[in-house]
């Protein structure tokens, strides 16, 4: 690979090649595999420079792959399979147009949560999480990536919490989305009254659906609007827990229908207990045992106008509910307080991610469907656990409500020693293979789902494969992604 | 004119049927449309649409594939119509077959604990609401009226409506797509493709939704979708039609306004306010907290004209000055609890937001009570300091809780009710029965109120000059969306056709229109194919990448694609800028 047209073309700090810094975008997953290191780090510092990169990449035949978030990354979705150069936007950091009244602000890739957090809490806002997300998480990222986040209430959409970006095509041209897509300069659009919080266009075009969940292979994303929530003023967390999840359920779809409560999760005893402890992990197996196998977590809030009756009648009514499939309400369990379980849901969780934190390594495998058939997926996985000789007490599952609660998202969680990869990964292809042979929905492929859906709706990939040759004619980004 | 060959019209008739294949030059015309049509280049007019080769009313997507792959075998097109209302259901050329959708009209599948609907091209948001009250659910209705198809307001075109701050709105409700593409594939994207269900149009990895819905949709030029599965939102309401405590819950206008009072769980409420000001204050603080269950801005023209039977009682009531001055700033929202405890939080939350807004909650017909009428007026024309305002404020809001309920005030409620629900028009294009309409981005409401601004701006010279109606200029009619986090207005005017200044103005007002998107504005209402490439060099060339995927999707121009990529040369624009 030729990297001295890169060199030349950006300043000397923005341009690396050390191994060490090359070493830091290895994939922190052991299972994922057959991926090449980067030969080398661009740091772009604008738009421009960015542009000249991707345009230089098109005349030169480099692959790029774009990385916001910090070190250890350990997802695929930086994974390459071609010699390729990494453009870290990590440093890009400015929050700006954060709009109270309008509930929007504008991020760039390298915003991560422990940064926006507190300055939306100044203004009263909050912002949909996904499940503690690891410090340096980019939030572009995560929601580029559909990441199941907190509050199915007032998620209308997929693509919430996303509202207007921009972007550069695989040839470099500019582009933006939504409300955002005009000439103008943002200082303009701001001063008309324009806060780019619209999410569609424009024209007929939805370009920002085709990136998203695109793992970076359909354009590089250089800011976004994203959708921000009012904090409440006055809040309750409950815990309701049965050792079936079929009243769980019932519960949940009652809730939701009547869009009450605010932020909610569903787990299990090992998911809560992994996140519960992950900073003592000696505490796992006690708090496990203090709750039932499946657990719900419902906020309940007041805002601004008067609060504390908006809180009373939502717990009495949410109590009826409860107490109508048979749960019982409560505000702590085993000691563990409803409020300590969101926080720590709701926290970045530092450096290393918190499932790795039982036994060193993690195996996550995610899947969409209804909230009904949640419970036949889990049995499905648990019949290839047994299989393979995997216990149910060995791993977790975490059911999340999206979209105003017509479908969720379940993730089981495998922890494991780095001494029982090779079974693990077996595990993970035979499990995965299970639950597509029965019709899983795999929203986010990774691992062997990103080797596999594509075979089971030949015409959407081949319109996949047209977009693709629309928006990076030439494959420049992350090419081999999901075969392409 | 062009008619179809003994050779194509046999094969045709293999695929659907005699009876199903219209190509008498009247039925043809029957089909045609000017609404929303492009103008003309000498400025005298806008263009009619063409008459169609054939209307072909298909029943299954097996014999709308087939005909989309005849169509790729021959110079015919097609495109696709529902319920049809704007140019966007009529053919633009003469050699296109009109796939009209009425005979694909079923729901398919209901399902009321995800709140989802699948539902063919015809099936009315009249026919989904009928069943899904059963449920508990009600489907977005856009300002079409419940007569449109629940499908195309989701897929194909832009649409509002007054129900959308709690219901969401139909593009972005859309959880999956079935699409006869133009080459004749099927495709069902996200979970419905990979035979998982109908719940997410999203993934595996891209939404390929995007490649056929941005703000607007193909508007039936990039083949035919044959199903569409649809989130709704809740419905607090009876679940059946026509009970007798029911105001709304009749079939006819005459029952619905004559039956008893809402739902114990329900109110409609009119507010008026001083200035736009102060009514945009009360609409964000009452949709951050998703107190109200519809929500909408009508303006003092059509709040004069809704009630009134004729334009010459219009013309009266509009020249008295009554609307301009109590109801140049009115806001119509619905109330619904879940329980009867959230109803009462809501109401009282919904009184606390007006009254700070410095507004009014109306309620029945102010000319009966003259002496509250001007003492409206007096509060908001007479320039009365902040404590004179409050104190006549808080009397006159007392003075009206304390009437009376009347049947009249029973029956405004009910009639009003069933026109939040089902987008009854209150005879819109009556006057001058020329309707058109300018903006309608969707952003905020602070945006709505903008591009409102920026649209009477265009309009008022064509209303001194004559070209357009009278109207009080601000028209700007608009809705909140998914609890008020999106907004937006459009400005409907009237066009007069007593003279050939109307026909002129309208294409010029179009034509003025581009200064809104120099301005900063994004895409809005008429951003469809015919106007793309006036607007998309301000809109980063987005006519060239609409074209280019016509180029990828449709390589044998099987599609009649004008109102979605405009111009067909997109066989000339480069892949790769």
């Known amino acids: 690979m030729n990297l001295d047209v890169l060199k030349n073309m950006l300043p000397q700090d923005a341009v690396s090649t050390s191994d060490s810094d090359l070493q830091a975008y290895k994939i922190n997953d052991p299972l994922a595999t057959g991926y090449m290191l980067p030969s080398a780090i661009l740091k772009p510092k604008n738009f421009e420079e960015l542009q000249k990169i991707i345009q230089t990449a098109n005349k030169e035949d480099l692959k790029l792959v774009i990385v916001s978030s910090v070190a250890p990354h350990n997802r695929e979705g930086i994974g390459c399979t071609e010699e390729h150069v990494v453009v870290d936007l990590s440093g890009w950091k400015l929050i700006d147009g954060v709009d109270r009244k309008n509930l929007v602000c504008r991020v760039e890739p390298g915003v991560t949560y422990d940064e926006l957090i507190p300055i939306i809490d100044k203004e009263g806002m909050i912002f949909p999480m996904p499940l503690a997300p690891k410090s340096g998480k980019s939030i572009v990222a995560a929601i580029l990536d559909r990441e199941a986040t907190n509050w199915p209430n007032h998620h209308w959409n997929s693509q919430d919490p996303l509202c207007s970006m921009e972007f550069a095509f695989g040839s470099g041209e500019q582009f933006r989305t939504g409300s955002a897509a005009n000439n103008v300069p943002v200082e303009q659009l701001r001063a008309l009254g324009i806060s780019m919080k619209g999410p569609n266009g424009p024209g007929s075009l939805g370009l920002q659906r085709i990136i998203q969940g695109s793992q970076g292979c359909m354009g590089v994303v250089t800011w976004a609007t994203i959708k921000l929530e009012m904090k409440p003023t006055i809040s309750k967390v409950m815990i309701l827990q049965s050792d079936n999840l079929r009243q769980i359920e019932q519960f949940v779809y009652d809730v939701d229908h009547h869009r009450w409560g605010e932020r909610q999760y569903i787990f299990d005893n090992h998911t809560l207990a992994m996140l519960m402890t992950y900073k003592n992990p000696g505490d796992f197996d006690k708090v496990k045992a203090s709750f039932k196998k499946y657990i719900c977590v419902q906020e309940i809030a007041g805002f601004h106008l008067f609060p504390e009756e908006r809180l009373e009648y939502q717990t009495r009514d949410i109590k009826k509910i409860a107490t109508g499939v048979g749960l019982k309400m409560e505000e702590e369990v085993g000691g563990i307080a409803g409020s300590d379980i969101l926080a720590a849901a709701t926290t970045p969780c530092g450096q290393t991610d918190w499932r790795k934190s039982l036994k060193g390594e993690c195996m996550s495998l995610h899947m969409q469907t209804t909230l009904d058939r949640a419970n036949e997926y889990i049995g499905i996985f648990n019949a290839a656990a047994s299989v393979a000789g995997i216990k149910r007490e060995e791993y977790g599952v975490h059911i999340q409500p999206i979209v105003q609660n017509s479908s969720v998202y379940i993730e089981f969680m495998l922890p494991y020693a780095a001494a029982d990869l090779e079974k693990i990964r077996a595990f993970e292809e035979s499990a995965t293979k299970a639950l597509n042979a029965n019709q899983a929905f795999f929203a986010r492929p990774y691992g062997t789902s990103a080797k596999i859906v594509w075979d089971n709706d030949p015409v959407s990939t081949k319109l996949m494969k047209q977009m693709k040759g629309l928006m990076d004619p030439n494959r420049v980004l992350c090419p081999g992604k999901f075969g392409l | ?577």
């Open chain 2, 1 to 577: 004119m062009y008619n179809l060959t003994d050779e194509q019209r046999k094969k045709l008739v293999e695929i659907v049927g005699e009876e199903n294949i219209s190509t008498e030059p009247w039925q043809r015309d029957a089909y045609g449309i000017w609404f929303a049509s492009q103008p003309r280049p000498d400025g005298e007019g806008v263009y009619w649409t063409e008459r169609a080769a054939a209307i072909i009313t298909p029943r299954t997507v097996e014999q709308v594939q087939k005909i989309t792959q005849y169509c790729n075998e021959t110079d015919l097109m097609i495109h696709v119509t529902s319920t049809g209302q704007l140019v966007a259901g009529a053919a633009t050329f003469d050699h296109t077959l009109l796939l009209d959708m009425s005979r694909m009209d079923d729901i398919v599948s209901m399902d009321g604990e995800n709140m989802t609907v699948v539902v063919e091209p015809f099936a009315r948001s009249i026919d989904v609401q009928m069943q899904s009250w059963k449920k508990n659910c009600n489907p977005y209705v856009i300002s079409i009226g419940a007569v449109g198809s629940t499908l195309a307001a989701a897929t194909s075109h832009t649409g509002y409506g007054s129900i959308g701050t709690s219901c969401g709105y139909g593009p972005r409700t859309l959880l999956g797509v079935e699409w006869v593409m133009p080459d004749g594939d099927v495709i069902r994207f996200g979970s419905a493709g990979q035979g998982s269900g109908w719940f997410t149009a999203a993934g595996p990895g891209p939404d390929l939704l995007g490649s056929i819905r941005g703000f607007n949709g193909a508007m039936g030029g990039l083949g035919a979708y044959t199903k569409a599965a649809i989130k709704m939102g809740p419905w607090y309401g009876p679940s059946e039609i026509g009970g007798d405590e029911i105001a709304f819950g009749c079939k006819t206008p005459s029952n619905f306004i004559k039956k008893g009072g809402l739902p114990k769980n329900m109110s409609l409420n009119t507010t008026i306010y001083p200035s736009m000001e102060a009514m945009s204050d009360a609409h964000y603080h009452m949709h951050e907290e998703n107190i109200c269950y519809s929500g909408s801005r009508m303006p003092a023209f059509v709040l004069a004209m809704a009630p009134l039977k004729d334009n010459a009682s219009l013309v009266k009531e509009w020249e008295s000055g009554f609307h301009k001055k109590i109801y140049g700033y009115t806001l119509s929202n619905q109330i619904q609890g879940a329980s009867q405890d959230e109803y009462e939080w809501k109401q009282k939350c919904f009184n606390k937001v007006v009254s700070d807004a410095g507004g009014i909650r109306m309620r029945g017909v102010l000319k009966m009570y003259p002496k509250i009428a001007e003492d409206i007026m007096k509060l908001f024309h007479a320039g009365l300091s902040p404590d004179e305002y409050r104190t006549l404020q808080l009397d006159i809001q007392a003075r009206i809780d304390a009437l009376p309920v009347t049947p009249i005030d029973i029956m405004a409620a009910g009639a009003s009710t069933a026109a939040a629900l089902r987008n009854v028009d209150p005879g819109l294009a009556r006057p001058a029965s020329a309707m058109f309409t300018l903006g309608g981005n969707l952003d905020t409401w602070d945006a709505g109120v903008v591009q409102n601004k920026l649209t009477m701006e265009i309009k008022e010279p064509y209303v001194t000059k004559g070209g357009i109606l009278d109207d009080g200029v601000d028209t700007g009619c608009g809705n909140p969306y998914e609890g008020g986090h999106l907004g937006y207005t459009e400005n409907v005017f009237w066009v007069n056709r007593v003279n050939k200044n109307g026909a002129e103005t309208l294409p010029k007002a179009i034509g003025d229109a581009v200064t809104e998107i120099q301005k900063g504005i994004s895409s809005f209402t008429i951003s469809s194919g015919m106007n793309n490439e006036r607007f998309g060099p301000y809109e980063f060339d987005y006519q060239i990448w609409t074209k280019r995927i016509k180029k990828i999707l449709d390589p044998n121009d099987a599609c009649d694609s004008t109102t979605y990529s405009g111009s067909p040369d997109h066989k000339e624009v480069p892949m790769n800028g």
